[in-house]
């Protein structure tokens, strides 16, 4: 309940453009992960409040992003939902149109979209030439306790599909003079609990690095969940130039170390680069370990704490593009946030993913 009155609270006050939901609809609980009522009963009920009970002005589109928790047929699984998910709950989107609008959120492509869960939208509307390119990439990892399909080849033919797909989307974007935001669930790169890869099929990762490299003028940013934690991962080329900034959203619940948190990301209005993000969680950890219910009322942004950071001239890519040395992203892993081992993680993709930042929250 916590949780929801300050989405409701953030959405009344705050007036975001759009809402992107990171997945992983229900909740976790290991002895009902597979395919289950529990877990298609969660999925209905987080649905049904984004929908029904969450006020959410009907000028502002709400964008789901399929996570490994989130298919009907068990965690990891191949994507797959009912008709009725679609019919009732208005899937993957509310308040988006269908056909092409020029000032209001509208469907740009989801020829994929039922069946692998990747889509393309513009949540300001098509004039307005900033598209959401939406994916699956629960289809690039891999899971020891849960199969994605009984057909050992389907993983493999759906992740080549997924990818050049993308591909497809980001040239158009380009043709178009568009700027892209991309979400998923699972971003690439290193795990930071276990230091393993996020994406099993390193030939998959190698080309959607490569393309976030080719149209890096086009890309506004990457946003991401699945790692529950607060975080920042800088995409580079082999020269490590910084090509992209991907932001990690936190858990909005503490099931995994985390603070319960949400987060507001502002961004320039003629060119859509990201300008600074405000976090906004429960202060539920206790030093012992413990932990405790308490008010949502704690927050803290990148812009303060970035040296030198001036947002009326940068953006966050820029300064890191300017700052991207040991020293400085130091100062922001001890400052913002991080993982259980409070250290940056170093890619095993040598000059591809080559760092990547989860921060603890401020003390």
Not at 67 to 90: E, H, K, Q, R, V
Not at 109 to 130: E, H, I, T, V
Not at 213 to 219: A, D, L, R, T, V
Not at 246 to 257: C, E, K, W, Y
Request: glycine residues 6%.
């Amino acid at each position: 309940m916590a949780a929801k009155n300050e989405i409701d609270t953030l959405i009344a006050d705050k007036k975001p453009r759009f809402i992107i939901v990171l997945g992983d609809l229900p909740k976790h609980d290991n002895s009902t992960k597979g395919d289950s009522d529990n877990v298609r009963h969660n999925i209905e009920q987080v649905l049904a409040y984004f929908k029904d009970s969450a006020h959410i002005p009907a000028g502002v589109p709400l964008v789901y992003v399929p996570g490994n928790n989130d298919s009907w047929n068990g965690d990891y699984s191949a994507f797959t939902l009912p008709d009725s998910i679609y019919t009732m709950y208005s899937y993957p989107f509310v308040h988006v149109d269908s056909g092409a609008s020029p000032n209001h959120a509208c469907i740009a492509n989801d020829s994929l979209q039922k069946s692998l869960g990747c889509f393309s939208m513009y949540p300001l509307g098509k004039a307005n030439k900033l598209k959401v390119i939406v994916l699956n990439t629960v289809i690039f990892t891999s899971s020891r306790s849960f199969r994605y399909s009984n057909d050992p080849q389907l993983q493999t033919i759906d992740a080549t599909t997924e990818i050049n797909w993308l591909l497809t989307q980001l040239e158009q974007a380009a043709q178009n003079d568009e700027k892209v935001l991309l979400a998923m669930h699972v971003p690439p790169g290193l795990d930071g609990f276990a230091g393993t890869d996020m994406w099993y099929d390193k030939d998959i990762e190698n080309i959607f690095l490569k393309a976030v490299e080719k149209y890096q003028n086009n890309i506004a940013g990457l946003l991401a969940g699945h790692t529950h934690m607060d975080g920042l991962r800088l995409l580079m080329d082999s020269s490590s130039h910084v090509d992209a900034l991907l932001l990690s959203v936190p858990g909005i619940a503490p099931g995994h170390g985390n603070n319960p948190a949400v987060k507001l990301v502002a961004y320039n209005d003629s060119d859509y680069a990201l300008k600074n993000f405000t976090a906004y969680y429960m202060n539920f950890w206790n030093a012992d370990g413990t932990g405790t219910l308490r008010d949502w009322d704690s927050s803290f942004s990148f812009s303060p704490i970035a040296t030198g950071y001036d947002i009326s001239s940068m953006s966050m890519l820029t300064w890191f593009q300017k700052n991207n040395d040991t020293a400085n992203i130091n100062k922001l892993v001890y400052s913002i946030y991080t993982d259980k081992s409070k250290k940056p993680e170093t890619s095993s993709f040598a000059n591809e993913i080559n760092r990547s930042i989860y921060i603890p929250y401020p003390k």
